[in-house]
């Protein structure tokens, strides 16, 4: 279980080893399920994954899973990008996005 979700962060360390973990030289991912059980956590289940932290070099954004229930749509929220760092969190963003659209999503924090 949660395959998708340890192929993402997987690919994540491969691409962004240096100071990864660390918020402010480096990369640090936090996904969180809409039980509210965190990726590494023994409950986190990735089909009700409700959004994606993400801290790249002193900069955080999230995905999140669309309100409106799809399960095709989401939202990044954030605030402004360093200049010198659009490219690489393009690149977090394509390898994010390219395992969230693999996992079957069940609209569990709809109903909570």
Do not use: P
Not at 12 to 39: M, P
Not at 100 to 108: G, P, R, S, T, V
């Amino acid at each position: 279980m949660n395959e998708n979700t340890k192929n993402m962060v997987k690919e994540l360390q491969k691409e962004f080893l240096k100071n990864w973990g660390d918020i402010s030289k480096g990369l640090k991912v936090t996904i969180i399920d809409g039980a509210k059980s965190v990726f590494g956590e023994y409950a986190f289940d990735e089909t009700i994954i409700d959004r994606v932290e993400i801290a790249y070099k002193g900069e955080e954004f999230e995905i999140c899973i669309s309100d409106d229930g799809s399960s095709d749509q989401f939202d990044c929220e954030g605030g402004y990008i360093n200049t010198d760092n659009i490219e690489d969190i393009g690149k977090i963003i394509s390898i994010v996005g390219k395992y969230l659209k693999k996992i079957e999503l069940n609209h569990y924090w709809s109903a909570v």
